[in-house]
């Protein structure tokens, strides 16, 4: 079975400041780790996405992510928040046929200027 | 045009009302599923097909039923709705490339 899960439901940044959103995840497998970004009233958009191949992936709008086996994380982060990267984040986990797909109960990010 | 469409995008009902969410998409992809999410749980998976024969049961698929009519469209139907079936869907399709494209919701409300 997989599973990931989100810690923090709300997380509140600084405009400039870090911003790290964090995810754990469980899988029996090797797995395949995924985080989207949804905007109000808008579906899901994928960020980025890690299926085996370098640890440290980059995504758009220069967000990345870092797969650690030894922590069972993948942990979502980005330098500098800009006013625009306010939205609720999911990270997601599936198998490596790609049938299914789990998915956190996302992160709402506040960016405060 | 929008690669993934759904309709309508909102929706009040009654109780025992039967009803039918559409997902229509352009991007050619064999892979469809239908998500709802609930404030707080996430995204969970209903039902998803990876072709017009393939249909397969997701985590919640109890009180839903799908239809796959061609490959570009896959339809959610509530038999007799129920107000815990109150919800944002979403439709999203995929190319086996593990990248999911999401349709922008239908908010589904029953009374």
């Given at each position: 079975a997989q599973s990931v899960t989100q810690l923090g439901s709300h997380v509140s940044v600084s405009e400039g400041a870090l911003v790290l959103l964090?995810?754990?995840?469980?899988?029996?497998?090797?797995?395949?780790?995924?985080?989207?970004?949804?905007?109000?009233?808008?579906?899901?958009?994928?960020?980025?996405?890690?299926?085996s191949a370098a640890t440290l992936v980059k995504g758009i709008n220069g967000f990345e992510a870092e797969f650690k086996k030894s922590e069972t994380s993948f942990?979502?982060?980005?330098?500098?928040?800009?006013?625009?990267?306010?939205?609720?984040?999911?990270?997601?986990v599936s198998d490596r046929g790609g049938n299914q797909f789990y998915f956190g109960t996302g992160t709402s990010l506040t960016v405060i200027p | 045009d929008a690669d993934v469409t759904?309709?309508?995008?909102?929706?009040?009902?009654?109780?025992?009302?039967?009803?039918?969410?559409?997902?229509?998409?352009?991007?050619?992809?064999d892979r469809m599923y239908w998500y709802r999410q609930d404030p707080g749980l996430g995204l969970r998976l209903?039902?998803?097909?990876?072709?017009?024969?393939?249909?397969?049961?997701?985590?919640?698929?109890?009180?839903?039923?799908?239809?796959?009519q061609a490959q570009a469209k896959f339809s959610l139907s509530l038999e007799s709705a129920i107000p815990n079936q109150?919800?944002?869907?979403f439709c999203a399709t995929g190319d086996g490339s593990y990248e999911q494209y999401f349709g922008p919701g239908t908010r589904l409300t029953v009374t």
């Open positions: 964090r995810c754990n995840y469980s899988s029996s497998v090797p797995p395949y780790l995924f985080w989207y970004v949804q905007y109000p009233n808008q579906g899901l958009q994928l960020l980025l996405k890690y299926t942990h979502l982060t980005k330098p500098s928040a800009h006013m625009s990267d306010a939205a609720e984040y999911f990270c997601a | 759904q309709t309508p995008r909102n929706r009040i009902t009654k109780t025992g009302k039967r009803i039918m969410l559409e997902c229509s998409q352009t991007k050619g992809h209903i039902y998803y097909s990876f072709d017009v024969k393939d249909i397969n049961k997701g985590e919640i698929s109890d009180g839903y039923s799908v239809s796959r109150t919800a944002l869907y």
